[in-house]
């Protein structure tokens, strides 16, 4: 079978039936890794386990809860924030009847159907190359052994009906913790009270004009916070061109005899190792463009045997150490937290009027300004008093603790993002630190104790950007790469140096030998100065790893393109831009000589491509059998780059036309990926999918789930979990032989994005999304393709990844965020890790940190460049340790607690639902603020008061409870709102908060007032303005940065030189409709306003979409949706959600 306008390919065409030998098979059973079937998370009888919290408090007139309601499934967010996931079956009496509906979605899915087996003869017995072959042991073990002692983590059956969205692993947390790792809901589903249709206020003014929108639902009483019992499980879920200073450790003359104790174990060698030999003489710093920049250092090779499993890498103790930390004892447990939390009654019911002045008189608020109130605010001085002083807390955080009225201070926006509140550090210290850009946590001053996190009610977590794109990166090679003997953490600048040829480690404290190799310094060349060692004074390194590192000689760079050709896909255009791509940017692939590449396409059938060396021209190879899949020829379909360059062009050139009369309508996607990991296999890589419609063929295929008539329901959203589990399982699949698999879904209807999502969550992969794309009709989309594509092609990669985390002792970790899959309790395999990619985590305290004034947390993650070389990046955070409540508010970073709650409430609403999620979110907010307020109660604050550090987390949430992924009320488009959700959980902070809160700026006056002078460039720096339409007017020109787009909103009435200077239009009614970019005009204005917009685009991965729109009613809905401070059909203003908040507290 050939292909339109592929000539000559009829005597190298074969369609192949499947033989028995070669198939596939169905689905293949769900396994935690190759030859490892895959424990259940969660017990089929109960979801969650613990003592069920008490009954909130009757409502007259309310009638006993119907008993076919189902709780609510919200072990997502196990333990603290906020604490109700126990079974609700013991609510106490009284509760009334709920609106809301029980949690959608619960269906069994479908599985894949089993597929028949055919035998022809003739067909070609599919070998894997014998260069990459796979140990027998190399994944015997990987995903079942955790260490002795440490309980399995349990993952959720691929069938359970509340099987989550996003990668889950469960293990116990500390006795007694709360580790605030529950968003706390407001109702059980058989506790919400009902939603008055109007809202009333602490007055009977004019507020009562407000019908009750959907910023938030009310929350009723909450008896108080069960503690989880001890037996409770956490759920986990939940530049090129940079320069890299190399450090090539090789002291000159003969050296000691080195150190076995510091043999690494994690991501480090086999254990009982002890390097050997005498290293060259030979100090560089050399500038690399690749990521995993040759180093001229020699390294000593090992004759260990190899380790069988990424355990025995990356974890456990050191063996024969006499230093183990012992194992914390249950009775020196925090105790449980938040007894006597005061009851809160229903939100919206009439109540008793609150104290006089504690809230405006008037309905919303307008330009004027609050109302003020009469009550001055408390000193710093007094404050500090009140909340039982300040431990010498630097002025920044005494600025955070400054109280803030939320209902009179209305512009609390600052003129521009700017950087969290650095730890209050030494300057020593903080100089060192781990950048806030790479590692940041929500409170930058750790509680002492959890009994002290709770009393904050504040979440404690990190976020990490872990292998972001590095100006300077110190690349370190070294025979040793030192490391606690006891708990495996690198060596890092916040260790002690008990004398020369001693260090204690900064996590566990054990006191540690210094090898005599470490003595020498290869910055100075100096010997006795271990202390000034590069390791010791970056927070940031990067080791150059040994053999001892790998499981198997490190893979090469192999990229595998699996490409919808159906009609819909043809129709839409992409493969025009995406072959122009690759051939633009076939060169800057990253990778070196053995680099590997192919290509598959399908429709109801599956074509492989011959691009063997010594062809005339490419061959395909089509496969029929789409039930037992196999592969034709195994040899000559994944082919080295530089040798069979020619033919990989050839084939480019005449792809997007081979199809271009097809009428074949099918979408075999499921075939074609299990053809994809068998031809990846033997060595791992990346697997590129552009799928343009739902799967109809095969397994995996789906049906429709999207009603459009409830895209703007208010009662829940169904559907936003996966429909078959076939995908996830193919992902683990993947991620055991170190596939990742990225997504681009180009599609202009439903595609059920919640189940292929799963394909790239658990293999590490990304998501891309671009609805309605086509290459004619939407001009915004195609660029931003071609952009996207240039990135994705060309950022660096790192292949067969594992990442761990480390922190101090007394505090753990208990959930995870993002695209992984968990191997172990606490080590996350990645098959390919970008630089774009983020991650969340939550933590607890389990001991008391009284101890210690210096909490640390260590990022280690190992993996193979694309050059073929083990790599270590090791980041290391430093935030100090305190005792007063005050300290504790000063130190919160609202931006990293905002995402985390993100990550949080879309576990949230896939487990249980998206309501439950979004009454979680306000109440954190109220919680937050109650605690504040409770424990400053001596000041007897008036109105709404915040912390100065929390005054813009009101904001934030309603922000949140507007984006498209956690809505309701307005019409959203299911796999629309399914990709916001993806976006929270695998993009690093700044993206994330752009998506949350844009920013807005006004363009038409652009000075050179207080710009920013960059490489001999002027870029001016507009205030930021709130996201009201007040802010707007019709005869100026405003810019929206929203993360993924960006928009240049253009006023009826805007002056003529700026549309003429920047826009290159005579006047307004001549700028077109779909205009994409701004010009480059030889003029002032034109040329600050494109290096204004330009510096926002280099500040992200992807350059965000650009769309001028002009006032019109037509091109408005898309601007002005982003205003979140204004009042919409189905949801609050900013003002009225205060005053939602304040009748929340005043309960």
Not at 540 to 551: H, K, N, Q
Not at 832 to 847: L, Y
Not at 870 to 892: K, M, N, W, Y
Request: hydrophobic share 30%; charged share 15%.
């Amino acid at each position: 079978m050939s292909a339109p306008g592929f000539t000559n390919l009829n005597p190298s065409v074969n369609n192949y039936v499947n033989p028995t030998q070669n198939g596939g098979g169905g689905a293949t059973p769900y396994h935690n890794g190759p030859g490892q079937p895959l424990p259940a998370m969660y017990p089929a009888s109960n979801y969650y386990t613990g003592v069920p919290q008490q009954g909130y408090l009757a409502m007259p007139g309310q009638l006993p809860p119907p008993p076919s309601k189902a709780p609510p499934m919200n072990t997502d967010f196990s333990a603290t924030y906020y604490h109700n996931s126990h079974s609700q079956a013991g609510a106490g009496p009284g509760v009334g009847p709920t609106p809301y509906p029980p949690p959608h979605g619960l269906q069994t899915p479908t599985q894949p159907p089993s597929t028949a087996t055919h035998s022809v003869s003739g067909a070609p017995q599919y070998q894997p190359p014998a260069s990459y072959a796979t140990p027998a042991n190399y994944y015997g073990q990987r995903y079942g052994a955790s260490s002795q002692g440490q309980q399995q983590p349990m993952l959720v059956p691929a069938s359970s009906s509340s099987n989550p969205l996003f990668p889950i692993v469960s293990y116990p947390s500390g006795p007694g913790s709360s580790e605030y790792g529950t968003l706390r809901s407001s109702q059980g589903a058989a506790e919400r009270p009902p939603i008055p249709a109007v809202i009333q206020p602490p007055t009977h003014s004019a507020l009562q004009q407000y019908p009750q929108g959907n910023g938030a639902t009310p929350k009723p009483a909450q008896q108080g916070y069960g503690a989880p019992p001890l037996t409770q499980t956490a759920t986990v879920n939940g530049q090129s061109n940079a320069v890299q200073q190399c450090y090539d450790q090789t002291p000159p003359g003969p050296v000691g005899p080195h150190y076995s104790s510091t043999s690494p174990s994690l991501e480090g060698p086999v254990r009982g190792h002890a390097p050997s030999g005498t290293p060259s003489t030979s100090v560089h710093s050399s500038p690399s463009r690749q990521q995993g920049g040759d180093s001229s250092s020699t390294t000593t090779g090992s004759a260990s045997p190899v380790p069988n499993s990424y355990e025995s890498l990356e974890g456990g103790i050191y063996p024969g150490s006499s230093s183990v930390p012992p194992p914390a004892d249950p009775t020196k447990q925090a105790p449980p937290f938040g007894y006597n939390y005061p009851a809160m009654q229903p939100g919206y019911q009439q109540s008793p009027t609150p104290r006089a002045g504690s809230s405006p008189s008037h309905g919303g608020y307008n330009a004027p300004g609050y109302q003020p109130y009469s009550q001055p605010f408390p000193s710093l001085s007094q404050l500090s008093t009140a909340l039982g002083g300040l431990s010498g807390v630097s002025e920044q955080e005494v600025e955070g603790l400054r109280p803030v009225n939320l209902l009179q201070e209305r512009n609390l926006l600052p003129l521009k993002r700017g950087t969290p509140a650095e730890p209050n550090l030494s300057s020593n210290l903080r100089k060192m630190n781990c950048s806030p850009d790479t590692f940041r946590c929500t409170l930058s001053s750790i509680p002492q104790t959890q009994a002290l996190l709770n009393k904050a009610r504040l979440p404690l977590g990190l976020l990490l950007h872990p292998f972001r794109d590095l100006t300077q990166l110190p690349v370190i090679t070294s025979n040793t790469i030192v490391r606690c003997r006891s708990c495996r953490t690198y060596i890092n600048p916040f260790v002690s140096f008990l004398d020369q040829h001693r260090w204690k480690c900064n996590l566990c404290y054990r006191v540690n030998d210094v090898p005599d190799e470490f003595m020498y310094n290869p910055v100075t060349r100096s010997y006795g100065e271990p202390h000034k060692r590069p390791e010791v004074q970056n927070s940031t390194v990067e080791f150059i790893a040994s053999s001892d590192y790998m499981l198997r000689p490190p893979q090469p760079a192999a990229y595998l393109f699996v490409l919808d050709v159906s009609h819909n896909a043809v129709e839409s255009g992409y493969l025009n831009v995406l072959c122009q791509s690759l051939l633009e940017n076939l060169e800057k692939l990253p990778g070196d000589s053995r680099t590997r590449i192919g290509f598959l396409t399908f429709d109801s059938t599956i074509h492989f491509y011959n691009l063997q060396e010594g062809l005339s021209q490419p061959q395909m190879l089509v496969v029929s059998d789409i039930d037992d899949v196999f592969i034709p020829t195994p040899d000559s379909l994944l082919v080295n780059l530089k040798e069979s360059h020619e033919m990989v062009k050839d084939l480019l050139n005449a792809l997007p036309a081979m199809f271009t009369h097809t009428r074949e309508t099918h979408s075999a996607l499921g075939p074609a990926l299990q053809a994809a990991y068998k031809l990846m296999s033997a060595t791992g890589g990346r697997v590129s999918v552009f799928q343009t419609q739902l799967p109809s063929l095969g397994a995996g295929l789906l049906q429709s789930r999207e009603d459009p008539n409830l895209r703007s329901s208010t009662k829940g959203v169904q559907h936003l979990g996966p429909a078959t589990d076939f995908y996830k399982k193919l992902a683990l699949d993947c991620s055991g032989q170190q596939i990742g698999v990225d997504l681009f879904l180009l599609s202009s209807q439903y595609s059920d994005l919640a189940s292929l999502a799963c394909v790239s969550k658990y293999s590490a992969g990304s998501i891309f999304y671009y609805p309605g794309f086509h290459h004619v009709h939407s001009p915004a989309q195609n660029l931003k393709l071609q952009q996207d594509l240039h990135r994705y092609l060309t950022r660096k990669i790192g292949f067969e990844a594992v990442m761990r985390i480390r922190c101090t002792k007394g505090l753990s970790i208990h959930t995870f965020h993002g695209n992984f899959f968990v191997r172990s309790t606490d080590l996350l395999s990645l098959a390919n890790v970008n630089p774009d990619s983020g991650f969340a985590v939550q933590m607890s305290i389990d001991e008391s940190l009284a101890d210690t004034s210096l909490a640390c947390f260590q990022a280690a993650l190992l993996y193979t460049s694309s050059k073929g070389k083990r790599r270590i990046r090791v980041h290391t955070l430093c935030l100090p340790v305190v005792s007063q409540l005050s300290d504790v508010f000063a130190g919160a970073d609202v931006e990293a607690i905002t995402c985390l709650l993100a990550n949080m409430a879309i576990d949230r609403s896939i487990s249980s639902s998206l309501l439950d999620a979004r009454d979680a979110l306000v109440n954190a907010v109220v919680d937050s603020l109650e605690a504040y307020r409770a424990n400053g109660s001596n000041l007897q604050l008036s109105g709404l008061t915040a912390p100065a550090a929390l005054r813009l987390f009101p904001l934030y949430v309603l922000a949140l409870l507007k984006q498209k992924a956690l809505r309701t009320g307005t019409s959203t488009r299911l796999d629309d709102r399914v990709f916001a959700m993806c976006e929270f959980k695998s993009q690093p902070l700044k993206q994330i908060m752009r998506l949350i809160h844009p920013d807005l700026y006004r363009v038409d006056n652009l000075t050179e007032q207080g710009a920013l002078h960059l490489n001999e460039r002027m870029i001016p720096q507009p205030p930021l303005l709130q996201l009201s339409a007040e802010k707007l007017s019709r005869d100026g020109a405003f810019l929206m940065d929203c993360g993924s787009v960006m928009y240049l909103w253009v006023g009826k009435c805007c002056d003529e030189m700026f549309v003429r200077d920047v826009l290159g239009c005579p006047d307004y009614a001549s700028i077109p409709p779909d205009m994409t970019e701004i010009p480059a005009l030889e003029t002032t204005a034109s040329e600050r306003t494109r290096a204004f917009v330009s510096w926002l685009q280099e500040a992200r991965a992807f350059c965000a979409a650009f769309c001028v729109l002009k006032d019109e009613p037509s091109a408005k809905s898309s601007f002005f949706q982003h205003l979140i401070e204004d009042r919409s059909e189905s949801a609050f203003s900013y003002y009225e959600f205060l005053l939602h908040i304040q009748q929340q507290m005043s309960k």
